[in-house]
């Protein structure tokens, strides 16, 4: 019976530490919280590992509507080219997903599967942009 115990303590222990493991090496999804104001957007933070990454995205603004795209491309998000039109020309980006028309005090979860590469998100608003509503993403291997 003694033995039995010691059997069992060495595979919860054992177990307990597999989990810690997988734990440290980001074995599940990466989550960002994305919040969007007047005319800022703030990431948790700005880097994760290639897969699953799910946006948390809230709209702190008291009026204005914004969306929130995520774009892959190698060109920083404060050199996008803009038009005339006061948006960011998505078709020249590879684009991965959006969340279209976020209503003031409204939130969203994005999730996109990403692989290691520079990506930018942005709120492409007529103006918006301009204004500061963009950020660098970084995603590693």
Known sequence: MKNQFHKTGALLVCTVLFAA???????GPTTVDVTLTDYEMQLS?????A???TFKIQNDSEVTVHEFVVVQTDTPADEL???????VD??????VDEVEDLAAGDNAE????LTPGHYVLLCNIAGHFQLGMHADFTVTE
Request: negative net charge; contains cysteine.
């Open 45 to 49: 933070v700005d880097t994760s590992k």
């Open 21 to 27: 493991v997988l734990a440290a090496c980001g074995g």
């Open 81 to 87: 080219p803009v038009g005339e039109d006061l948006l």
């Open 51 to 53: 897969g699953e990454v």
């Open 110 to 113: 994005l999730t996109v599967t």
């Open 90 to 95: 998505e078709s020249l980006f590879t684009p």
